[in-house]
């Protein structure tokens, strides 16, 4: 039998692959792959059901991210797929992967670090399964939530005309990487030299802990907007707007003169010789949430402090466009993380 490269699929094509083989038969699911969270009718509220996995290699490095962080960042990605549905979190189970290389001292600061976050966003860690590794560490977390079924953002649902909203800054947590990288360089050349991480501490921050932006989800609940479509922003958010863009059936306009880059991630990039524009599109694991309101429900929210306004919406699904500072249409493309 011919043998295919999985990279010539890309993450994206092989789950699209998988998804087309299966079709969902129980009444009760209401959603299966292809948004954050699946969702499940479980009587008066929609139960939502996620995964996410972290990986020695492709996702960390643990010559500079410490246990307690990366426990605390495990958890916090699932809780970010949650928000993403405007749902609450309430329990995870962790499967983890141990090669030998791994003390029970190690597993306890990476458990401090998940107890900190299960504190922060509320929710209960009820089970899991531990197991032996050839090699590194594996950390897959499955999180469920539930949502008001008239609360629910879907990744489609957005609409001509409606405002493109991002919270945060974007580029911040990509930027903390390339630091992290570079002082690692460092070091190894010269073990004498101390990382210099001081001029750098939000970046870092935003890349060795980030938040699940559970504070917006309950602003929104609090300002009684539903958004019409959400997703949060993993992998870039030039990324997730084509997400919306597919799901949606429709177009996306963002300017970049709108686009949230923290000063300190700005500088940096500009220091590295990076396009600062292209890492707050392209940089992902931001874990902010990217979405889409009706116009009318603009004022409600005009005056938040942390949620920007980017572009809106219209109806033709093939023109995904950027707006350049000098008025440049660009074309939006999807140069974010890719694994394989
Ligand atoms: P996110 O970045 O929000 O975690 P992903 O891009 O990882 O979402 O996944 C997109 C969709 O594909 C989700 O619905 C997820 O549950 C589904 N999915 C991912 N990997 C698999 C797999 N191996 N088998 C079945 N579904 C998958
Ligand atoms: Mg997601």
Avoid at 138 to 143: G, R
Avoid at 206 to 231: G, H
């Amino acid at each position: 039998m011919e043998r295919s490269e999985i990279s010539k699929l890309g993450e994206f094509g092989l789950i699209d692959r998988i998804s087309k083989r299966f079709e969902n038969n129980l009444p009760s699911t209401i959603l299966g792959i292809g948004d954050d969270a699946a969702v499940i009718d479980i009587g008066n509220e929609y139960l939502l059901m996620s995964t996410d996995m972290l990986i020695e290699g492709p996702h960390f490095n643990l010559s500079y991210v410490p246990l307690k962080h990366l426990g605390y960042k495990a958890v916090a990605v699932n809780v970010s797929d949650i928000a993403a549905m405007n749902g609450r979190p309430e329990q995870i189970t962790i499967a983890l992967g141990l090669s030998n290389r791994f003390s029970v001292e190690a597993v306890d600061e990476l458990y401090e670090g998940i107890k900190a976050a299960c504190k922060n966003f509320n929710v209960d860690l009820v089970g899991g399964d531990t197991t032996s590794s050839p090699a590194g560490l594996t950390i897959a977390i499955n999180i469920i939530g539930r949502v008001a079924k008239d609360r629910i953002a879907y990744r489609k649902g957005a609409k001509p005309n409606d405002i493109i909203c991002v919270t945060g800054d974007l580029g911040a947590a990509y930027m903390g990487l390339q630091v992290l990288e570079r002082e690692k360089e460092v070091f190894l050349t010269n073990p004498e030299m101390q990382p210099d991480l001081e001029k750098y501490e939000y970046l870092v921050g935003r890349q060795l802990k980030p938040e699940a932006r559970m504070d917006v989800v309950f602003d929104l609940e609090e300002n009684k907007v539903i958004p019409t479509s959400m997703i949060d922003v993993s992998d870039g958010i030039a990324s997730e707007l084509l997400h919306i863009s597919v799901n949606s059936g429709v177009g996306v306009k963002v300017f970049e003169d709108k686009l949230p880059i923290d000063s300190q991630a700005y500088e940096t990039a500009v220091e590295m010789n990076l396009d600062p524009v292209t890492c707050a599109l392209n940089g992902g694991e931001d874990y902010e949430l990217l979405f889409t309101i009706n116009p009318s429900d603009f004022e409600k929210l005009k005056n938040h402090p942390d949620i920007h306004f980017i572009g809106h919406v219209h109806n033709d699904p093939s023109q995904n466009q950027l707006i350049t500072k000098h008025g440049n249409v660009v074309g939006l493309k999807a140069q974010g993380w890719t694994h394989f």
